[in-house]
């Protein structure tokens, strides 16, 4: 006997889910956006939730104004109000002014996540706003690249990371390959490639290889940024020489 079902993934976080609902049929055919950098759909807004894209900041927005908006289309800070998500943290005014905007009853709570809404009203996941990389010319967002070099047979898995705040240093993409693969030239002009059919042609400085990338310990396939510069500084000291572009 054959089954077949729809698989459905909510959108949202533990202040407030979910937010959308996206099935396996809408993954399949928003893909192709996904590996030209456009992020990842997670589907079109629930009835009674209202989700905004504001401009992205990390200082405090204390009070709705649609100037906050941007235009549509783009990307910036997704926000969120309805009936799941949370008014506040019981005790934590320093949080609730970081993530907390009033509009009259209403509180909208800033999810961290960057993103955007296409012209059919699907929301995009474009990452974390903590995790973007400013440049001299333009912002990265590394999981709309590592979507894409994720697509190589070769690489198991990757992640974007600057080595620290300062824009003159080089942006590096730690590759963990897939077991017998090494990381040579012939690789990384295939990526190149790869990049130079989407939005993010030339982002990328120097590829390094690394065994382990850091993930979280209650999701895995949550990068632990904050730890991959010391290990990039850990190989880089041992002898081993990155890639450039």
């Not at 894209?53 to 405090?60: L, N, W």
């Not at 690789?187 to 990338?213: N, R």
């Amino acid at each position: 006997m054959r089954c077949v079902g729809t698989l459905h993934t909510p959108y949202g976080a533990t202040e407030g889910l979910p937010l959308t609902s996206v099935t396996s049929k809408t993954l399949i055919e928003t893909w192709p956006q996904t590996l030209r950098g456009g992020g990842v759909c997670v589907g079109p807004i629930l009835d009674e939730m209202r989700v905004e894209i504001v401009r992205i900041s990390d200082e405090p927005m204390a009070e709705w104004s649609d100037d906050l908006r941007v235009p549509p289309g783009a990307v910036g800070e997704i926000v969120a109000a309805g009936p799941t998500v949370s008014a506040a943290y019981v005790g934590l005014d320093q949080a609730n002014a970081r993530a907390k905007i009033r509009d009259g009853a209403t509180v909208l709570h800033r999810m961290g996540d960057l993103g955007r809404i296409d012209e059919t009203g699907r929301l995009w996941f474009c990452g974390r706003k903590s995790d973007r990389i400013e440049t001299a010319n333009r912002m990265i967002l590394p999981v709309s690249i590592e979507a894409i070099l994720a697509e190589h047979a070769a690489v198991f898995q990757a992640a974007l990371v600057r080595m620290d705040s300062d824009p003159r240093q080089p942006v590096v993409a730690c590759l963990r390959l897939e077991a017998g693969r090494v990381l040579d030239r012939p690789l990384v002009s295939e990526l190149d490639a790869l990049l130079g059919g989407s939005d993010w042609a030339g982002s990328i400085d120097l590829y390094l290889q690394c065994k382990k990338i850091p993930t979280d310990t209650r999701h895995n396939s949550k990068i632990r940024r904050s730890d991959l510069p010391r290990q990039i500084r850990r190989r880089l000291g041992g002898g081993l020489a990155p890639v450039a572009r």
